[in-house]
């Protein structure tokens, strides 16, 4: 057996003897930051230009986020010209905070508030690793080492702050973060956190934002929810700092990471449209917003139209949003399985029935239309659909209510035709497989005339309807028919028996209009059950109902001939 997972070294989680967090829940929106243009940018194959830029930053300001990290302005000319154009330019609102990220070293730090000038709300972000490896890798240094550079820097940006703010107006808020958090002790952490708290003179009217990421996510979500209850209990001037979380992807739980850090006591998060960052990208704000939306929490941002937030962001990007993707994929209100394709069919019935005030529909967390996506494509037909994929597609696509006892032939046939091809197939292919198995069924029998007529002299108080018509069967001559009963399909019943069309029973008839005003048809739906004892459906369609209802008994009939003959269970038919 390969050992190479012997060399990796297990998390060790902190000690939290009586942690709160698990019997919380999120009950309001943190406040959000996106870091698309910053973290979001470094990790494209193909950086933004600055139109592109642009546009992603009005979509994010249209989405209702307030704090936007444009990007990291002492690192290259086009991160400092897209912070010049966005303040030059007025394209921030006066609602809408930017945020530049600058390491705690001095040229960086004077080359990022040249780029802020002007600019009316501006948080600058601090950051430093602090972990023990690099501490020993990266900086040959102990934890005062590492201290002294973060304040350092953070005096430096608190005098320059103070400095714009009494000369260019500019409101300068602070954050900080120990990069490489998760993998720092959290006493560090702390020790750290507060120091830098203290120069830039945190207060509860003006408080600091520390940002504790999961630089590199290393542990299950609950480790880290661990250590950021920890942090705030031990840290002291807890009222004057917003905890803020920017966790990372790496084992693929960023998003449970973020829940369960909010429930331990963070108020911020920063993250990025569909999970786009480094490596396997940040915490997908999309996602955490509607996971919220789905329990009742108003998570502040305007997703209506999830479909055009997605449209901008893979042209800017050039990255693509997986079909899979929470919320966003083009899968994700698609139900292959038959089993949820009855589910779905039966949860949307319950909501048209009942009118209840809630969502409840199987399978479905969310209304698609409240984020802008459409119904039509819940229920795609496969060879793994079920009966009630093919009857949904036939309700909301074409307007044929089929009686559910109707959903396993149908349904049968369905899946039959999809082996036979290997692949998804349309509605439209749906429909006209509906046609061939009801609609244009025309022999062996045809109806060449008919009518119906009330015969009241015989019975004044309950009529009975006679049926006349002409009866072809195949290449014959029509022959003439006729037959009285208590209602139209009794009345053709009994005509049929007069050329030896027996042993039919009748199980059950429903119908409705397919077509609305002058010109409106009538479908129905006939069961029987066959000389043989099979269950059998025919479809009839007319202007007129009483038609309708004879044309789908013969369909029917029809139908068990060929499957008859097809099938060998008797001659002569």
């Known amino acids: 057996m390969n050992k190479g997972y012997m060399k990796y070294k297990p998390f060790k989680p902190v000690e939290l003897s009586a942690r709160r967090w698990p019997s919380r829940r999120i009950s309001a929106a943190p406040a959000w930051c996106s870091v698309d243009l910053r973290d979001g940018n470094q990790a494209l194959t193909d950086p933004m230009n600055i139109g592109e830029k642009l546009e992603?930053?009005?979509?994010?300001?249209?989405?209702?986020?307030?704090?936007?990290?444009?990007?990291?302005?002492?690192?290259?000319?086009?991160?400092?010209?897209?912070?010049?154009?966005?303040?030059?330019?007025?394209?921030?609102?006066?609602?809408?905070?930017?945020?530049?990220?600058?390491?705690?070293?001095?040229?960086?730090?004077?080359?990022?508030f040249e780029a802020i000038e002007g600019a009316k709300n501006v948080i600058v972000h601090l950051y430093n690793n602090t972990s023990p490896l690099h501490r020993r890798i990266v900086f040959n240094s102990d934890l005062d080492g590492i201290i002294k550079i973060a304040c350092d820097g953070a005096a430096l940006i608190k005098k320059l702050g103070d400095e714009a703010c009494a000369h260019g107006g500019t409101k300068v808020r602070y954050e900080y973060s120990p990069e490489s958090f998760t993998a720092t002790p959290v006493e560090d952490s702390v020790k750290i956190c507060g120091?830098?708290?203290?120069?830039?003179?945190?207060?509860?009217?003006?408080?600091?934002?520390?940002?504790?990421?999961?630089?590199?996510?290393?542990?299950t979500p609950n480790c880290y929810a661990d250590q950021i209850e920890l942090f705030c209990d031990l840290l002291d001037n807890r009222e004057s700092a917003i905890v803020s979380l920017h966790p990372?992807?790496?084992?693929?739980?960023?998003?449970?990471?973020?829940?369960?850090?909010?429930?331990?006591?963070?108020?911020?998060?920063?993250?990025?449209?569909?999970?786009?960052?480094?490596?396997t990208g940040n915490v997908d704000i999309i996602t955490l917003a509607l996971n919220m939306y789905t329990q009742a929490v108003n998570p502040g941002l305007d997703l209506h139209n999830i479909n055009k937030l997605r449209d901008?962001?893979?042209?800017?990007?050039?990255?693509?949003?997986?079909?899979?993707?929470?919320?966003?994929?083009?899968?994700?209100?698609?139900?292959?399985?038959?089993?949820?394709?009855?589910?779905?069919?039966?949860?949307?019935?319950?909501?048209?029935?009942?009118?209840?005030?809630?969502?409840?529909?199987?399978?479905?967390?969310?209304?698609?239309?409240?984020?802008?996506?459409?119904?039509?494509?819940?229920?795609?037909i496969n060879s793994q659909s079920g009966k009630g994929g093919a009857a949904f597609i036939m309700a909301e696509t074409f307007g044929y209510r089929l009686p559910k006892a109707m959903h396993p032939e149908f349904g049968r046939a369905v899946k039959a035709y999809c082996d036979s091809v290997g692949r998804e197939i349309s509605a439209n292919e749906v429909m006209e497989l509906f046609r061939r198995e009801y609609i244009d069924i025309t022999g062996p029998y045809s109806l060449t005339a008919h009518r119906f007529f009330e015969e009241s002299?015989?019975?004044?108080?309950?009529?009975?309807?006679?049926?006349?018509?002409?009866?072809?069967?195949?290449?014959?001559?029509p022959v003439a028919i006729c037959g009285s009963g208590n209602g139209p399909i009794d009345a053709f019943?009994?005509?049929?028996?007069?050329?030896?069309?027996?042993?039919?029973?009748?199980?059950?008839?429903?119908?409705?209009?397919?077509?609305?005003?002058?010109?409106a048809k009538a479908v129905s739906y006939i069961h029987l059950?066959?000389?043989?004892?099979?269950?059998?459906?025919?479809?009839?369609?007319?202007h007129n109902i009483n038609y309708a209802s004879i044309r789908g008994v013969l369909c029917a009939i029809n139908r068990d001939i060929q499957y008859c003959k097809e099938n060998g269970m008797y001659e002569n038919v």
């Not at 708290?197 to 207060?203: D, G, L, Q």
């Not at 066959?530 to 007319?542: A, C, E, H, L, T």
């Open 195 to 219: 120091e830098v708290m203290k120069v830039f003179a945190a207060s509860p009217e003006n408080k600091v934002i520390i940002n504790l990421p999961s630089t590199v996510e290393n542990s």
């Open 56 to 112: 992603l930053f009005n979509a994010l300001v249209s989405l209702g986020v307030k704090e936007i990290e444009v990007g990291f302005p002492s690192a290259s000319e086009t991160e400092y010209e897209i912070l010049r154009e966005l303040i030059t330019g007025n394209h921030i609102p006066d609602d809408v905070t930017v945020q530049v990220l600058v390491q705690a070293r001095e040229h960086l730090i004077y080359k990022t």
């Open 493 to 519: 019943f009994n005509a049929l028996a007069q050329v030896g069309i027996k042993g039919y029973s009748f199980e059950d008839y429903s119908e409705h209009a397919i077509s609305i005003g002058s010109d």
């Open 312 to 380: 901008i962001y893979e042209r800017t990007t050039k990255m693509h949003v997986d079909p899979r993707h929470p919320y966003a994929g083009d899968l994700v209100f698609t139900a292959f399985s038959g089993s949820h394709q009855d589910a779905i069919k039966k949860g949307e019935d319950y909501m048209r029935s009942t009118g209840s005030e809630y969502w409840e529909v199987p399978y479905l967390p969310i209304d698609p239309s409240d984020i802008g996506r459409q119904y039509e494509p819940i229920i795609r």
């Open 457 to 477: 002299e015989v019975n004044e108080v309950s009529p009975k309807v006679r049926f006349e018509g002409m009866l072809k069967h195949e290449s014959e001559p």
């Open 529 to 542: 059950t066959s000389p043989q004892g099979r269950g059998i459906f025919g479809v009839g369609i007319s």
């Open 248 to 279: 990372h992807n790496d084992r693929g739980t960023a998003v449970a990471a973020a829940e369960l850090g909010l429930l331990a006591g963070a108020e911020r998060i920063e993250g990025t449209l569909f999970g786009n960052g480094e490596r």
